[in-house]
């Protein structure tokens, strides 16, 4: 699924061959380092100090993973051992943040090419989070409620002793929603002792979660979509538009598009896709996943406006605007090609990593404005800090003006992303901008902090 690597400045060739020696079995982490590393190259240019002070040699290595065993039994009586991750990588400008993913596909490349895209993303949202993500190869799909609470509880009595609201506060991601998150806190509290608010999110909104967390990340990939459009005076209003995915991020994304005006034709699962010309219904489609955990060809049964497409992803229908939400490495080269053959004018990433490096890179060159997913889809972690800042004050802000926040900061990470592509000389560049800008903040940080 990798592409190949296209070859590297000298500046960062050394750190990715150590990389690549060091892991070489680690594709997708290898692939988010390249990414990078291939963006940055003017910053450290500009900057002499971050070149003589290792910053680059040192950020590719996490400052901590932990991998460990995950012993549950099931309904029918019998002993399951899965893995469980935690890949702590930089806790420079604040404690690691970032969520927890179970998924079958989950190794340990997984999780540091997530934990490594992080670092950048929460640096971006200006939100004082360090870059960290974990999760494990259980499948929650076909398990029980019960089955599920085992396993999140003993998954949380080895990971415990590493978390704590100063230290490393998860969050959800693919496979870990509510019930998963609702599970975790309650085995953390009952081994610790301590409600201890802060060192979760996505909590439920009665106990210490913070509104318009589950909508965020979707909500601000469409306001980053905004940004990027404002630029040249256009907006969402009347542009169709294709997702990809049916979980939270893609859900919220299709639902702020049509409050905005626009046309969300798209959804998808690992089954297939589903177009609806009329406009995906947003109720319709939570009830078929969220409700049902069903197929989500079960949506064209219930209307008559949408077709089901087997085994195929949602890239050839015609759109202004696509979304990629699912997983990483779902837009090939391919995917991209039959998008900018359909006239797509943008592309903003719900999913971490979506785009292959040969998708992106035909994005770039056809001029369609790409917003890289440590941009687009900043919404949900800067969100999970709004949260963190409402349980240390004790204070609940409504959904108005938690989406107010997201709204702007969303704005922010746009103009942060594109004033950087410009001071480097990449104007409108927002893969050069938002790494540039990422990498610049948490390298001045690791400056002033020593070596450690
Ligand atoms: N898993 C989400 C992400 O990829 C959210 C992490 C968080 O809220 O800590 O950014």
Redesign the pocket.
């Known amino acids: 699924m990798t592409d190949a690597f296209a070859a590297l400045p000298s500046a960062v060739r050394g750190t990715f061959d150590t990389v690549r020696a060091r892991d070489p079995h680690e594709p997708e982490f290898q692939q988010a380092v390249h990414e990078v590393l291939s963006a940055i190259v003017p910053v450290l240019e500009r900057h002499p100090a971050f070149v003589e002070g290792g910053i680059v040699e040192r950020i590719v290595e996490p400052e901590r993973q932990i991998v460990f065993r995950v012993p549950w039994v099931d309904d029918s009586g019998r002993l399951r051992v899965n893995r469980g991750f935690r890949v702590q990588f930089s806790s420079v400008l604040g404690p690691y ?5 179970f998924h079958p596909t989950v190794n340990l490349s997984i999780v540091k090419f ?1 934990g490594f ?2 670092i950048f ?2 640096a971006l949202t200006g939100q004082g ?1 360090g870059g960290a ?1 974990g999760g494990s190869d259980f499948d929650p799909h076909g398990k029980s409620d019960a089955e599920v609470m085992r396993f999140c509880q003993s998954f949380m009595s080895e990971l415990y002793r590493h978390l704590g609201e100063h230290t490393d ?6 496979g870990v929603g509510a019930r998963e998150i609702g599970f975790l806190f309650g085995q953390y509290r009952k081994i610790t002792n301590r409600h201890e608010s802060g060192m979760f ?2 909590k439920g909104v009665q106990w210490g979660g913070a509104e318009v ?1 589950t909508e ?2 979707g909500y601000g990939a469409v306001f980053f979509v905004e940004n990027m459009l404002a630029v040249h005076g256009e907006s969402l209003d009347g542009r169709r538009v294709a997702v990809s995915g049916s979980g939270n991020v893609a859900t919220y994304a299709i639902d702020k598009v049509r409050q905005l005006g626009g046309i969300p034709v798209t959804a998808s699962d690992s089954s297939g896709y589903i177009v609806d010309d009329a406009g995906i219904d947003v109720d319709l489609l939570r009830e078929v996943k969220e409700v049902q955990r069903a197929r989500i060809s079960e949506y064209v049964t219930r209307r008559r406006s949408a077709r089901f497409v087997e085994g195929a992803r949602p890239w050839a229908v015609p759109v202004d605007i696509a979304l990629p939400s699912a997983t990483q490495n779902e837009l090939d080269e391919q995917d991209a090609a039959a998008l900018i053959a359909s006239g797509v004018r943008a592309v903003a990433e719900g999913a ?1 990593m979506p785009s292959t490096p040969a998708a992106v890179a035909a994005f770039r060159d056809a001029g369609v404005l790409f917003g890289p ?1 440590k941009a687009a ?2 919404g ?2 800067a ?3 709004l949260e963190m800042s409402q349980n240390a004050s004790r204070q609940r802000w409504s959904f108005a003006d938690s989406e107010d926040k997201l709204r702007s900061i969303m704005g922010d990470v746009h103009d942060a992303a594109f004033r950087a592509a410009e001071r480097y000389g990449h104007p409108g560049d927002y893969v050069v901008g938002a790494n540039a800008a990422g990498f610049e903040r948490v390298a001045h940080a690791m400056l002033a902090q020593g070596v450690i």
């Open positions: 943040k970032g969520g927890l993913r997530l895209e992080q993303k929460n989070i993500k506060v998860p969050a959800g991601d693919i999110t996505g967390r965020a990340t971490n997913g889809n900043a949900g972690v969100t999970s800090a």
